[in-house]
């Protein structure tokens, strides 16, 4: 027999809704057709709750809680958008662009960009935090990719999904605090790496410029990741 | 009713006159603020220095000079409401690229290693370069952010208009950095 | 080992002691080994060798006597001579003291409040035993709670007197002992970890590494009764690799214990087996989060993870853990040997038992410390401490770390136990307190802390790896004098922003120290801001002219 799947009822921001046990309150907002603000988090991808933009406030609960990771609960109550949230992601985008090189206007993915767009949706006008200009570098040594570290938010989407996709666990963080950097295998050009497989996977995911196909202008590399969830399917994981 | 013309100034720090090109875009609207305000100083018009009393400044371009610094706290303390205009105002953009070297190195490589003349580094009769570029709001307090590379002329158009009527807009549905 | 083994251990060791009239017990934990006890101790077994006195008198490297700043330290027994400062130079003073009178000009008085005042539990066997022997601790009535549990106890009933005891962690929140155990010991699970979380990174603590080199049997004791009361047949001790010695005490205390058969398979006897291994970390002081220690542990790059799931139901590899700080399994043997209701007696009402310190800052007796909970700060400092040194003023007492904040000296008769703390935006932390008078600026201190989060900041999430540096950025424009009023807001909006959205404790309370000195020291900071200058003449104003743009 099938064990029975447990409904469980919330409200969020005042809607009543009810989810299946073990779903996320990102899931469910979701669904529900609430679009919680995400950078790290990607359907198909194991959630890490990093990135901090999807906290959510519940009611009772001493501390804010990321909603990419939070399964719900009977009869929790849910804010995704007050004032105080708005004004804590906005801060956390404001943090992002100060922290390395964001010249968006000869940016690869101009238009295209996940930090951009929800800068834009959450009105980050201007960023008042002074910008820290690191000098990073840019490996173009791969045939058909590039990597810029100028971009990089440091998400580890590229990490998760040549790991837990591809199988090939190319990337890895190194250092640590504002020091951290990607790396390709360990710590070398990426185009020496005897693992990568090229499947272009990584660059995808990366919501930014960080990652992009060789050969793109300003504004030129669109993201395609609609392969993720058809894979996730295809290997009968939970989606 | 005859309202007094608001007095509306736009400079060009260190910027590329996108900006100020993207505000010539406004086409037949232009005529229409004409009536609505008088341009007292601009790289469109004659003044040569910046004058009193300005209700409305719009700033393209970031600070990268000593002049760029002495300017942008003139006109700060002449005007009343400040707009960064365009992304190198905002966030320093394309001129701010070259803050992850020192000033020196880049002045070595522009004058010595990269020229056929291996000049020395110009001192006189040009202001010299801030050892880091700057988006304005980092050196004076700016009232309006209107972000873009260039902003369209329609942001531009509706900034101006609500700073026209007596409200600050809010620019973030407009344009976007980048845009 | 069985049972009565244990006991005729005792009696033998205890005989042996006996035959000697006199023990000179030198210090050789790491701060008297750093001002050259060893040496002192080989001098002086040279000395007892000259006169012949082999027979009579015992030399014994020993652990801690907490008074580290006056080291080498020696004590001497019977008669219960504090020396301080020795130098191998009196080795043969120190040993006709022992027929004559004593070395008037090394004598620590031990009466002095230093000693007096303190209630020793963790530390009761620190500078009277070896800690490289283990019948040493079995003479003094080690291995006999463990005996206790596991011929007399069933695994519920040790739960029980541990919740009984009101103990609780002593790696910084204060969890209760007692409830974290019984959560592990009902979680699901095939097999189950006990691990000891001696990471300790806190800046100037160095209370666990004391307990280590000092007493590490009682330590292990402590996990070996856990391991039998949650069901864990494996235990790992995670220390920082900058802690050889108590690393290599560590490692020989595991061999006697195995041989002695009071770790490893049938233990006493009884069905009930349990390994220990050592984990060294690397010294970052994110991997004592627990969940970075897990990641550690597995080999695994060491950055926390969200909880829930928290180690007790989802740990090592997946499976129920317990993780207790050293301090906390310390304490075990003595609940389980004298009760949890004795436990209880000591303390206040929520905080029981004692806490060990690492005395720091401007005070005349710096050193480890071990006090019963609710002593007042001010019997601290000036009791024990010895009060503030050259007749300056006390200005704040720093607890908790890089975690903590600034205590002013309005709240000096503030009982020391987690809830007090907490309340004036302090903290217990793991026992780190730092003393700081008039010459102290407390935006400089606080500056010292941030800039600690900000380089052991792990880096995964963004409120923590940016949020940290700039906070220091703006401390550094305050303290240079460059800095405006709204440099301070926006400082403000920034603790905010880190304490509330970070994904651990080191970024959720990376603000504390900002946050507790702008409470109660906000002048200060507005005298860099709007005076330019700095109150305690610390920090290196400059002219606003003179910074670049
Ligand atoms: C950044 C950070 C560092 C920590 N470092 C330590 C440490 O060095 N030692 C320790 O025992 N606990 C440390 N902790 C607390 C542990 O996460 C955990 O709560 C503790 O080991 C539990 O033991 P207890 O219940 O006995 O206190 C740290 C926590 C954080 C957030
Ligand atoms: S990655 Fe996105 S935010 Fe960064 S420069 Fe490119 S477009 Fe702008
Ligand atoms: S291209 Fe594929 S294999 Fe290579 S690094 Fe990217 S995801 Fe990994
Ligand atoms: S390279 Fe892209 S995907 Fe990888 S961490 Fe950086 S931003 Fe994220
Ligand atoms: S923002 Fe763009 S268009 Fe405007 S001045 Fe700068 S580079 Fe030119
Ligand atoms: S708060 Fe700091 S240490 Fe903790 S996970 Fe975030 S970045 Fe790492
Ligand atoms: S999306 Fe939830 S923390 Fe990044
Ligand atoms: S180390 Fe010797 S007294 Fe503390």
């Known amino acids: 027999m099938r064990a029975p799947v447990r409904i469980k009822t919330l409200t969020i921001d005042g809607k009543e809704v009810s989810a299946k046990e073990g779903e996320t309150i990102w899931q469910v907002a979701r669904e529900n057709g609430i679009d919680i603000p995400t950078l790290c988090y990607l359907e198909g991808l194991s959630p890490v709750g990093a990135c901090r933009l999807c906290l959510v406030e519940v009611k009772g609960a001493n501390r804010l809680l990321p909603a990419c990771v939070t399964q719900v609960e009977e009869g929790m109550e849910v804010t995704t958008n007050s004032e105080r949230l708005v004004n804590y992601r906005r801060m956390i985008l404001e943090l992002l662009f100060s922290e390395r090189n964001h010249t968006c206007s000869v940016c690869v993915v101009n238009g295209h960009c996940e930090l951009q767009r929800l800068a834009q949706r959450l009105g980050v006008t201007h960023v008042r935090f002074p910008y820290r200009y690191p000098d990073l570098p840019v490996d173009a040594s791969h045939e058909r990719f590039a990597i810029d570290h100028n971009r990089c938010i440091l998400c580890t989407r590229c990490v998760r999904v040549c790991d837990e996709i591809e199988g090939a666990h190319v990337w890895d963080v190194m250092g640590r605090g504002i020091k951290s950097q990607i790396i390709a295998d360990l710590n070398q050009p990426w185009g020496t790496s005897d693992v990568c497989t090229s499947c272009g996977k990584c660059v995808h995911v990366c919501p930014t410029g960080a990652i992009f196909e060789k050969g793109k202008a300003v504004a030129e590399m669109e993201k395609r990741r609609q392969f993720l969830p058809y894979l996730t399917i295809m290997r009968g994981g939970k989606q | ?179 | ?549």
């Not at chain 3, 934990?29 to 015992?58: F, H, N, P, W, Y």
């Not at chain 3, 792990?458 to 940290?468: M, S």
């Open chain 2, 1 to 179: 009713m005859s309202q007094r013309k608001m007095r509306l100034a736009t400079v060009w720090l260190d910027g590329c006159s996108g900006c100020h090109m993207s505000f010539l875009d406004m086409d037949e609207r232009l005529i229409e603020l004409a009536e609505k305000v008088e341009l007292v100083y601009s790289p469109f018009v004659d003044a040569k220095d910046f004058p009193q009393d300005v209700d409305i400044t719009l700033v393209e371009g970031s600070v990268s000079t000593e002049e760029d610094l002495h300017k942008i706290r003139l006109i700060r303390d002449r005007t009343k409401i400040l707009v960064a205009f365009g992304d190198c105002a905002v966030t320093g953009n394309v001129p701010a690229m070259r803050n992850r070297f020192r000033l020196k190195d880049i002045m070595e490589r522009v004058y010595s290693q990269n020229s056929t003349h291996k000049n020395d580094p110009p001192v006189d009769g040009i202001p010299a370069l801030l050892p880091k570029v700057r988006p304005i709001h980092e050196i004076v307090k700016v009232d309006v952010f209107l972000p873009g590379c260039p902003p369209k002329a329609e942001a531009i158009y509706f900034v101006l208009k609500e700073l026209i009527e007596g409200r600050i807009p809010d620019t973030s549905q407009l344009s976007r950095f980048g845009a």
């Open chain 3, 1 to 549: 080992m069985t049972v009565d083994e244990l006991q005729q251990l005792v009696a033998k060791e205890q005989e042996a002691k006996q035959r000697y009239k006199s023990c000179i017990n030198v210090c050789v934990a790491t701060g008297c080994i750093m001002c050259d006890s060893e040496r002192v101790k080989e001098a002086i077994e040279e000395a007892v060798k000259e006169r012949g006195l082999e027979k009579e008198v015992i030399v014994k490297g020993v652990g801690c006597l907490g008074l580290c700043s006056a080291g080498p330290m020696i004590y001497v027994e019977p008669e219960g001579i504090i020396y301080h400062k020795v130098s191998p130079e009196d080795a043969p003073a120190i040993v006709q003291g022992l027929i004559s009178t004593p070395v008037e000009r090394l004598v620590c008085p031990s009466e002095m409040p230093f000693f007096k005042r303190q209630v020793k539990i963790v530390m009761e066997n620190s500078g009277t035993i070896d800690p490289e022997r283990i019948e040493d601790y079995i003479a003094v009535g080690g291995y006999q709670a463990l005996m206790k549990v596991l011929t007399e106890m069933s695994p519920s009933e040790v739960i029980e007197e541990v919740t009984k005891s009101g103990l609780r962690g002593r790696g910084g929140a204060g969890y209760p002992t007692g409830l974290k155990w019984s959560t592990v010991a009902k979680a699901n699970g095939d097999r189950k970890f006990v691990v000891c979380n001696a990471d300790e990174g806190d800046p100037g603590a160095y209370m666990d590494r004391t307990i280590l080199e000092s007493d590490p049997h009682r330590v292990i004791e402590g996990m070996v009764i856990a391991a039998y009361a949650v069901g864990a047949q494996q235990g790992y001790i995670y220390v920082r690799a900058e802690y050889p010695l108590a690393i290599k005490r560590l490692r020989t205390a595991i061999r006697q214990a195995e041989r002695l058969n009071l770790l490893g398979n049938n233990i006493f006897g009884t069905t009930f087996s349990f390994h220990i291994e050592l984990r060294i970390g690397a010294g970052a002081f994110v991997c004592g989060e627990e969940t970075a220690l897990i990641a550690s542990i597995e080999g695994k790059r060491g950055t926390p993870r969200p909880r829930p799931p928290y180690p007790a139901e989802y740990g090592l590899w997946g499976y129920p853990t317990l993780i207790n700080n050293v301090e906390t399994f310390a304490n075990i043997p003595s609940i389980i040997r004298n009760g949890g209701d004795w436990f209880a007696k000591i303390g206040t009402e929520k905080s029981k038992g004692t806490k060990v310190f690492a005395l720091a800052g401007r005070v005349v007796n710096t050193g480890l410390i071990e006090v019963p909970m609710g002593i007042t700060l001010r019997e601290i400092v000036f009791e024990i401490g010895g009060g503030i040194p050259e007749g300056r003023k006390f200005k704040a007492v720093q607890t908790g770390g890089p975690s903590g904040g600034c205590i002013p000296e309005q709240f000096l008769d503030l009982p020391v136990d987690y809830e007090s703390l907490t309340k004036v935006g302090s903290i217990m932390g793991s026992g780190g307190m730092i003393v700081m008078d008039e010459t102290s600026c407390m935006v400089d201190v606080a500056k010292f802390f941030v800039e600690f989060c900000m380089s052991e900041s792990c880096g995964k999430c963004i409120p923590c790896r940016v949020g940290t540096y700039h906070m220091h950025e703006l401390l550094s424009r305050i303290t240079s004098g460059i800095a405006t009023m709204r440099d301070l807001e926006l400082l403000e909006e920034l603790c905010d922003l880190v304490k509330n959205t970070s994904l651990c404790g080191l970024g959720q309370t990376a603000p504390n120290p900002v946050l507790s000195t702008l409470r109660y020291f906000r002048n200060e900071y507005e005298a860099h801001i709007l005076d330019k200058s700095c109150p305690s003449g610390v920090c290196p104003i400059r002219r606003l002219e003179e910074v670049p743009v």
